[in-house]
């Protein structure tokens, strides 16, 4: 079992390169529900904007 965890000589290299993949794709699944409030925020302030320059038009 050891054996196959070290891979040889690559081993580090190898387990090294999926434990950067398992980051980069959780980042990417997980940042689009981090920004989700923000934008929704900016745009609830966008719309109040136009509504009151509406108003005083």
Known sequence: MLEM?????????VWSSYGLALFIMSYVAIKPLMDKKSIFKELTMKY???AHTEEKQ
């Open 5 to 13: 965890l070290q891979m040889g000589k690559y081993g580090a290299y």
């Open 48 to 50: 109040r904007r136009e």
